[in-house]
């Protein structure tokens, strides 16, 4: 263990500057570099010839390239842009570098050059953007061979990483096994120290894939010995709260909703109520996709607190989310003809907002509070806190929960979320949790109408969303940018929105939305749009948890082929939310074979679980540290769905070792253990 606490400075070549850029990465000892797994391997393809290469912006390649006149240098809006073109054949490659004007000594006139990176394409101009040179004996040393990428940070290159990792592995390191030999072979793993070594300088995909099953099979494993520890800690907590039944308080509310639950929502309210009113308190995930209509489940739980004389809270992750709740809850009490005590407490409030919201909390001792991070911070204080609700759980850390939850005395816990995920898996990660699906939408709700195009569609969509917006409904538009780059193609908010006014008439307007604006001005907008004063949101992914305006009836997502397929389900999410036909507008703007295919999977179905198992597919083995799902439980290689397997192994052995409880027997196991909860963070679920 020793060897894997010492500073990274002690690995023979780092000095005092690296070890700084080192610790700018979270490295900070031999152990950290070691257990910092490569984000991506990059296999270098052959060289081939400018008219053999493909255009395929997901995928990288080696052209060859003759110099035969020499690079440019020109002074672009923010940078120097150098360019060269090489021409085979007739036909031509442009080569660009932003910030890299030096690159043109590089390229000497008669000389022949390998320059790596992804072909791309605009009108007929077929371009590469920032390739690494290479000359060609030092190409050929590395063709074919699977390389590290790691997580850098500006003046610490990937070469100076892999060669203080190759040091740093060269060392006495004492490396101790901790599965038993039986096991290891039972699953077929890997040995500890050979999987350290292949994770980083693989000598095959197969030897890759095979060190990675075995960390996969640890993450799960520690993981879930982990939950399970906690887990007897905290089982069964006494309910000491005296709720007052529900039948009394919620019947009559029902009868007042201007719709009727789903069977599986009135389910799941029973569970809850069960719950508030049984021996011990609630710990329960009510998970249901996007639109199934978890709020107003949360929002009878806390008007049973409520009315009860007890406090409750429910927390969001983003501001956006919490204001909306907020409106939400005080619609609610309109409805329903309820007089209670709503309290917002979100960090962009004032400092004299906040001191009103927390005297609130001291004074309204039945106070249902909703907010952000806000609630868990040191001033938050309650009194008589019974239920605390984590809205969109998977945005937040084992340790955010159980703050929340130790604002009061073993408070009912509710926990919801949408990320979609079948119940033999929850059941495992989430295993100290109760769990309550809404496994189906509103029947009023129609299916959303989808499809996948490319950009010539553009003008009939604008056509579309006119008609839409001038029928009283509202649309979203998603760029992947918010300003213009010089660095990265794609659609910007910004501009978006200048461009898109032109296309509409006056009547029907437009707003924007960006992660770069001020939380009052998100709050702003995004209110303006709940009160349908904007018609047209053309956003960044912002939106893309949470958000609730019904009236919403077209998505257009820009660029769709550069997200994720779980995202931009959850994007998809935003609309279908009310009872009018929805529509969701995929433009795919690359022309590569693979993203079309791709995203037909979201044509296909509206099945989020689905998707998820899908995008995953098709990304294939050599993929799979790159884009993580968005918003699941973050491993740092585990992947749940793709992993299920590994999962499923590593629950059967994590329940056995713990019924066993017998870690003195076995020091690595609980230095192992021990390290995996010290990084515990990591892991959130
Ligand atoms: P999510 O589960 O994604 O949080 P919400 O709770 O925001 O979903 O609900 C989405 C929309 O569906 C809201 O406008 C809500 O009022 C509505 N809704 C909830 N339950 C029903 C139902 N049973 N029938 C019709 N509409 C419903
Ligand atoms: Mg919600």
């Known amino acids: 263990m020793d060897a894997l606490t010492q500073p990274i400075r002690s690995v023979k070549g780092v000095g005092a500057k690296t070890e700084q850029l080192f610790q700018k990465t979270g490295v900070y000892t031999t152990g950290d570099i070691l257990f910092r797994f490569p984000r991506e391997y990059t296999k270098y393809p052959k060289a081939v010839e400018i008219p053999e290469a493909l255009v395929d912006t997901n995928k990288k390649q080696a052209v060859l390239l003759r110099v035969e006149s020499p690079a440019t240098v020109k002074n672009g809006k923010k940078m120097p842009v150098t360019v060269i073109t090489g021409k085979r054949a007739g036909v031509a490659m442009e080569f660009v570098w932003f910030r890299m004007p030096y690159v043109k000594s590089t390229l000497k006139n008669g000389e022949t050059f390998i320059l790596y990176g992804a072909v791309q394409t605009k009108g007929a101009r077929r371009f590469m953007e920032q390739p690494v040179i290479y000359a060609p004996e030092k190409y050929a ?106 039948d009394v308080l919620i019947d009559p509310l029902l009868k007042k909703l201007p719709f009727q639950l789903t069977d599986p929502q009135l389910r799941a309210l029973n569970d809850i109520q069960n719950d508030m009113h049984g021996p011990y308190v609630m710990q329960r995930l009510l998970q249901g996709d996007v639109g199934s209509g978890k709020t107003i489940l949360a929002f009878l739980a806390m008007y049973v607190a409520a009315a009860s004389g007890y406090q409750s809270a429910i927390m969001a992750p983003t501001e956006v989310l919490a204001r909306q709740h907020y409106e939400t809850y005080c619609e609610y009490c309109k409805l329903f003809g309820i007089k209670a ?10 400092a004299r907002q906040k001191r009103s919201a927390y005297e609130s909390m001291q004074l309204f001792k039945d106070a249902m509070v909703i907010g952000t991070h806000a609630l868990i911070q040191e001033r938050a204080v309650y009194e008589n806190l019974s239920l605390v609700v984590t809205d969109e759980q998977h945005r937040f850390g084992v340790r955010q929960r159980e703050t929340l939850a130790d604002k009061g005395i073993d408070p009912h816990v509710l926990v919801m979320s949408a990320t979609p995920i079948p119940r033999t898996l929850a059941v495992i990660l989430y295993g100290d949790l109760d769990i309550s699906v809404i496994d189906k939408l509103p029947a009023t709700r129609l299916p959303i109408k989808n499809c996948v195009v490319g950009i010539g569609y553009r003008e009939k969509s604008y056509e579309f969303i006119k008609k839409q917006a001038l029928a009283g409904h509202q649309a979203y538009v998603i760029c992947p940018l918010v300003e213009p780059s010089e660095a990265v193609e794609g659609e910007n908010v910004i501009e978006y929105e200048q461009k898109l006014r032109q296309a509409l008439p006056k009547e029907v307007t437009t707003g924007i939305l960006h992660g770069k604006m001020r939380p009052e001005q998100k709050t702003q907008v995004m209110e303006a749009f709940a009160a349908n004063e904007i018609h047209v949101l053309v956003s960044t992914t912002v939106v893309e948890v949470g958000v609730n305006v019904p009236n919403a009836t077209v998505m257009m997502i820009e660029d769709a082929q550069r997200f994720g397929l779980a995202q931009l389900h959850q994007l998809r999410g935003r609309v279908g939310r009310g009872d009018a036909q929805s529509y969701c507008i995929f433009i795919n703007t690359s022309d590569a074979p693979g993203a079309g295919e791709r995203l037909a999977v979201l044509n296909k179905t509206n099945d989020g679980f689905y998707i998820a198992s899908e995008d995953l597919k098709m990304r294939g083995p050599g993929d799979f540290f790159g884009i993580r799902q968005s918003g699941d439980m973050q491993f740092q290689l585990a992947d749940i769905y793709q992993d299920a397997e590994v999962l499923q192994l590593a629950s059967v052995e994590a329940k056995r070792y713990s019924d066993r409880l017998s870690f003195s027997e076995n020091e690595p196991l609980r230095q192992r253990l021990e390290q995996y909860l010290g990084g515990r963070d990591k892991i959130s679920i």
């Open 141 to 246: 040393q590395i063709e074919g061979t699977l390389q590290p990428v790691y997580g850098l940070t500006a003046g610490l290159s990937n070469h100076i990483y892999k060669k203080t990792l190759r040091q740093a592995l060269l060392q006495d390191l004492q490396l101790k096994e901790c599965f038993a030999k039986d096991l290891l072979e039972k699953y077929g793993l890997m040995g500890y120290e050979q999987a350290l070594y292949q994770i980083h300088f693989p000598e095959s995909m197969k030897t890759l894939l095979e060190a990675r099953r075995r960390f996969v099979f640890e993450e799960f494993f520690f993981f879930l010995l982990a939950m399970q520890k906690s887990k007897t800690q905290n089982l069964k907590k006494k309910n000491e709260f005296a709720f007052q039944p529900p």
């Open 341 to 350: 005590h709503i309290i917002l407490l979100t960090g962009s409030m004032t």
